[in-house]
Every structure is written in C-alpha cells, then in structure tokens.
C-alpha cells in the first residue's frame, strides 16, 4: 500500500500520465481512501492547467509583441 508520501513524490507523474499502469492503479487505490491526497491532486492538477493556460497565453502575447520591439 502506498504512504501519502509516495503518492506526493509520484503525483507530478500521475498528472502528466507518465507513469505505468501498476503505479496508477495503486495511486488511484490510495486516492479512493485518502481525502487528503485526493486533495493535494486536485489542487496540483488546477495549477498545471492554470499554468499551461497562462504558459501558452505568454507564448502568443510574445510572438504578436516580437515585431513591435524594432518599430
Ligand atoms: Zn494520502
């Protein structure tokens, strides 16, 4: 069984899916009995969409800027 500990450590894989069909499994196990984890994953998975959002948001406001600097 995994400790809360183990499921922080792997949390930024799960979100990303990076990791292998035991590992999920047992995450997901320990998400269904452990509120605070499930918690903690919620929490990380809103910043990361959040941070994508602002991250690709960035990236454009960049390139429309980009030609302005030499005007
Ligand atoms: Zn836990």
Not at 4 to 23: A, K, M, P, R, T
Request: net charge positive; proline share 1%; hydrophobic share 40%.
């Amino acid at each position: 069984m995994l400790k809360c500990h183990d499921v922080v450590e792997q949390s930024s894989n799960y979100i990303d899916g990076e990791l292998g069909f035991w590992n999920r499994w047992q995450i997901r196990l320990h998400l269904f009995m452990c509120v605070h984890c499930r918690r903690m994953i919620r929490q990380l998975t809103l910043t990361k969409k959040v941070a994508a959002i602002i991250g690709k948001d960035m990236l454009r406001k960049k390139d429309k800027s980009a030609p302005c600097k030499h005007e």
